[in-house]
Structures are given as structure tokens and as C-alpha cells.
């Protein structure tokens, strides 16, 4: 099995709303990833957890707010968002380095639309 | 630093056409690369991969060769069908860092 599920499929909300995007994996990887796919661009990393921590952080606002609460969870917090932040954002999830033949396994996305 | 350099599209190609996309990369080390494909409203999906030089990625009918002599890996399908309409991107992978093409959108007219 090398399915990522994510949770909401899509999602609308005003610039003054909290919400949170959810990313699942039960293929026993380590490493998470948050990318940030704007139309007819290739996605944009935007943070990546390896064994639970924090490992990257692509200069991503702070309104953007990543969680890993355990290897199989990733969460993404948004709060204050900008209507430039309208996009779909993609989970993926991998071996942790080192492992031979790393591949990014995605997730379908959730939709984000910014009002 | 590393990269991807992907063949610019739109392509529009005929039911059963010849399909080559072209990917080329600049790397330090022994990355791995992939071609992924993202359908319309969709995730990107796996589509082949290659580890190290002269593998050979295939899938579904379409191939890549990693060749590490002209820093290429080119996807080609013989034959393709209105379903591959798709953005497929190439992608190179070193440790937990991915590098993504600008992706190339393909249409099959049947």
C-alpha cells in the first residue's frame, strides 16, 4: 500500500479564519512533506519533518503552522491566510534518508481557496 | 546546485502517436529521478523511477533510461491514448530534497 490520504478535499475560508489540513500515511516512512502547488506550476516544498521533527523550513510565513504529532500524521495550521495563499497543497511521504531508492509518495491534495 | 530542465510544452499529440518528453538534470552525487503525472484535479502520481545509471523506469507503456553520460532521462511512450492527457513532471530526488521540472502538459486528441 503507498497511499497518503488527505483531509479536507477542499476547503474555503476567509482571511480571518483558523483551519487545519490533514495529512495521514501508514506506510511506516519517517519523513513528511508539505509542498504548496500553485495552477500549471510545479509544486513548491514548503516544510519537511523527518522522524517527527522539523528538519525544513522553506522561509514559509508563520501563518503557516506545521505539526507532526506522530510518524503517521501531519497537520498543517492555517491562520490569517492572504487570498495568494488560495492554492492546492500537497502531502508526501517517504523512507527516511539513507534508505535506498527514497521516493516521495502524494497524497491527492486539499484545494484551498482564500476569500 | 542541483536542478531539472524540462522540455516547455503545451504538447498535443494524436491517439497512438509517438510521445517523447524530454528532462534533463545537474546533480552532485548519485541522485535518483522520477517522472511523475498529475491528472486534472489530482495529486501527482508516481509514474517510473530510476536509481542509479542505466536503469531503465517503466510503466503503463512508458519508459526512461537514466543516463548519466548526457545527464538525461527522457520519457517516451510508444503509442499513446486520450487517458495520458496529463502535466507529467520530471523530478530528481538526493536525500530528502526533491527537484521538480516546470512539468509538461500533454493532450491526446483522439
Known amino acids: 500500500d503507498t497511499e497518503v490520504t488527505q483531509t479536507p478535499k477542499h476547503l474555503v475560508m476567509g482571511m480571518t479564519n483558523k483551519k487545519s489540513l490533514k495529512c495521514e500515511q501508514h506506510?511506516?516512512?519517517?519523513?513528511m512533506y508539505w509542498y504548496k502547488q500553485k495552477a500549471k506550476k510545479p509544486p513548491e516544498l514548503m516544510f519537511v519533518y523527518s522522524y517527527e521533527k522539523l528538519s525544513i523550513n522553506e522561509s514559509v510565513p508563520s501563518r503557516f503552522s506545521p505539526e507532526c504529532p506522530n510518524s503517521s500524521l501531519l497537520n498543517l495550521h492555517l491562520h490569517a491566510l492572504q487570498p495568494e495563499d488560495s492554492a492546492l497543497y500537497l502531502c508526501a511521504s517517504s523512507p527516511p534518508e539513507g534508505q535506498p531508492q527514497e521516493t516521495q509518495y502524494f497524497g491527492p491534495g486539499t484545494r484551498l481557496l482564500v476569500l | 546546485g542541483d536542478s531539472v530542465t524540462q522540455m516547455e510544452g503545451p504538447v498535443t499529440l494524436s491517439e497512438e502517436a509517438f510521445l517523447t518528453i524530454n528532462c534533463t538534470y545537474t546533480a552532485t552525487g548519485y541522485p535518483s529521478l522520477f517522472w511523475y503525472v498529475q491528472y486534472p484535479g489530482e495529486g501527482l502520481q508516481l509514474l517510473l523511477k530510476a536509481t542509479k545509471a542505466d536503469d531503465k523506469g517503466s510503466n503503463k507503456g512508458f519508459e526512461a533510461t537514466y543516463r548519466k553520460e548526457t545527464t538525461s532521462f527522457h520519457l517516451e511512450k510508444g503509442s499513446v491514448q486520450v487517458s495520458d492527457s496529463a502535466v507529467y513532471f520530471c523530478?530528481?530526488?538526493?536525500?530528502?530534497?526533491?527537484?521538480f521540472g516546470t512539468g509538461t502538459s500533454l493532450t491526446v486528441i483522439p
Open positions: 506506510m511506516g516512512h519517517r519523513a
Open positions: 523530478a530528481l530526488g538526493t536525500g530528502n530534497q526533491f527537484y
